[in-house]
């Protein structure tokens, strides 16, 4: 392996790439799953809006995307890219199958989040008068800032390890590398790199998430 | 009797569940007076919680009508059930208060919710919580606070929208005695400053005895009694009332043969010796099985449950005298207590 020029800005272009590809994929995931996961919870039984059979026709859709294999959804979802942005390579036509990869799953996260919250503080808010739009912005997504951003360093961290599988429908990024390298050259150096490039990756979400989160909580004295 | 702010009428309350309905309340009938403190007493299950959740619509009662100021709250449109809740305040037992938001900010929360302007809401929320005495704790957040604290700004914040009634359930449930005296004490404050309303929800009689004007007493779903505290507590009618008013300590009371009798004293007897006036004016013995005196409302009250003498002539005599001075008794069985 040699670490020449052309290398050097090949592994600058795939991080870019992985960084654009997750950073779109992540935004859009939450545009979907955001809402799809503050409904899951409205619209439960117990919730301040319950209909339940909308939250049951939603939880099944939700579960039965979650439940197809990434690698089988991109090729099921490709020949939308190629209809919505001309092509079906490459890292933008990746940000649609991982958008609905991802969006189930933030829809998930978001719920577990939002239902951590106590029950009392909603009951105090309906007894002021609030709304069910007022419970929504002012206190089920404030009360439970701390737990949404850990579910958002985890979900950003799991587009990216999907986004790494897209190397092998041709997108682009790290795990593009990782494999058209490592697997189908048996150049492992450069395989390794890659690798240890990811794993610096999540850390990075990771500890951004859990300290955004810390600093943010104000129940920690 | 004052107006009525709330008329509760045939109201009941079933709750589904999986093994089935569950009847938690049945055929409550309340008015509750415009400035007065009204107190709401039982044993736990009895349904007081639900009471008062039915009184702002938390819960829908499945029976019955709520009337605030004469309107029904079944009958209001989800808006007017939301303005209609901004009159009446809530204080809970846990406080619920805002975790993420600062002590000034809670207190701001029902502002908000109606949009008033930011800095006239923050200078409403200033001055409640110098009512509460908080001032300096402003800027703190919930967790920084202990549980008498927390409970003042939950205070604060209930008077924000100045409600016409404030429902506490439980409210000092949680908190230590001589913290219960001074949130019961700022209670009866804002009653009387600000003649907001009070209805208090509460398993403790002690609670009822400080701050409350007139109390029901709840069983088993129903209302078992309503009346002035002073009477209630000198006389109650209902076996329910007479155990959390006696306490645990009448169910211990060995009962012999002979015959008992209850004494009631209503303020004025309980200044002068009865008991050894009565003795000594018989010229006989009595055995005082139970007594309990209290000071409600600035009027000593209480009762004594005494023994008469075996001998039925000696009894009579004693009996005779509490006539004769005007003193109120009845006779017990073992089964009354
Ligand atoms: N959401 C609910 N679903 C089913 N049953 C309920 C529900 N809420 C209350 N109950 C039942 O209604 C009855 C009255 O409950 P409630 O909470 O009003 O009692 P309480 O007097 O407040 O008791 P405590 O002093 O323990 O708080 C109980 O038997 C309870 O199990
Ligand atoms: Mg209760």
Known sequence: ?221 | MEQPIIQISHLGKEFQTTEGKVRALGDINLEICQGEIFGIIGLSGAGKSTLVRCINFLEVPTEGEVLFEGRSLGKMSPQELRSTRQSMGMIFQQFNLLAQRSVLRNVCFPLELVKTPKAESRARAMELLKTVGLEDKAAAYPAQLSGGQKQRVAIARALATNPKVILCDEATSALDPNTTKSILGLLKEINRNLGVTVIVITHEMAVIEAICDRVAIIDQSHIAEVGKVSEIFSEPKSKIGRQLILGDAARQVKFGNSRQIRIIFDGRESTEPVISNMVLACKTAVNIMYAQTRDVGGIAMGQMIVQLPDDEAEANRALHYLETVKIPYEEVSEHDI
């Open chain 1, 1 to 221: 392996m040699t670490f020449d020029a052309a290398t050097i800005q090949m592994l600058k272009t795939g991080i870019w790439e992985t960084f654009y590809m997750v950073f779109l994929s992540s935004l859009f995931a939450y545009v979907i799953g955001l809402p799809l996961g503050i409904v899951l919870v409205t619209t439960d039984n117990d919730g301040i809006h319950p209909m339940p059979v909308l939250q049951k026709v939603l939880g099944t859709v939700i579960n039965l995307l979650r439940s197809v294999p990434f690698l089988i959804l991109l090729f099921i979802v490709l020949p939308l890219s190629k209809m919505v942005i001309g092509t079906r390579i490459g890292s933008p036509a990746m940000v649609i199958p991982l958008t609905i990869a991802a969006g189930p799953y933030v829809a998930r996260v978001v719920e577990s989040s939002l239902r951590e919250i106590d029950g009392g503080v909603i009951e105090a808010a309906k007894s002021m008068g609030a709304s069910d739009w007022q419970i929504i912005w002012k206190v089920l997504l404030p009360e439970c800032r701390p737990s949404l951003l850990v579910g958002g360093a985890l979900a950003v961290t799991t587009i990216l390890s999907y986004s790494a599988m897209a190397g092998f429908v041709g997108g682009g990024g790290v795990g593009a590398i990782a494999i058209n390298y490592g697997y189908y050259r048996y150049e492992a150096g450069l395989m390794w790199v890659s690798v240890v490039l990811l794993v610096v990756m999540v850390q990075i979400i990771q500890e951004a998430g859990m300290r955004m989160s810390r600093k943010g909580d104000k129940r920690i004295r």
